[in-house]
């Protein structure tokens, strides 16, 4: 069984940033890929970003140039580093990381941009 902690989220001006962190315990097998989701209300949930355990990065189009994914393996952590917050920002993140046949998901964390 694999658990993930979210940490991070908050409120924040427009135009500042977060850090947001997962730590994940348990045995995580490679190749996996841990990244980020969001769900702002009333939406779906959509992808942020993603990273592999061999560093490949994937982003959301929208979000290029403002947030950046990193991960310690060693750690079993992934980090987004979100900058230039927006109000439409605005959503519940969520953790995830998928191994082969199987997929977690954090319990999310809340992020709010105010205007």
């Known amino acids: 069984q694999v658990q993930l902690v979210e940490s991070g989220g908050g409120l924040v001006q427009a135009g500042g940033s977060l850090r947001l962190s997962c730590a994940a315990s348990?045995?995580?097998?490679?190749?996996?890929?841990m990244g980020w989701y969001r769900q702002a209300p009333g939406k779906q949930r959509e992808l942020v970003a993603t990273?592999?355990?061999?560093?490949?990065?994937n982003y959301a189009d929208s979000l290029k140039g403002r947030f950046t994914i990193s991960r310690d393996n060693g750690k079993n952590a992934v980090i987004l580093q979100m900058n230039s917050l927006k109000s439409e920002d605005t959503a519940v993140y969520y953790c995830?990381?998928?191994?082969?046949?199987?997929?977690?998901w954090g319990q999310g964390t809340q992020v709010t941009v105010s205007s």
């Open positions: 995830k990381v998928i191994m082969p046949l199987y997929e977690y």
């Open positions: 348990g045995r995580i097998f490679s190749p996996n890929s």
């Open positions: 990273i592999t355990n061999g560093g490949t990065t």
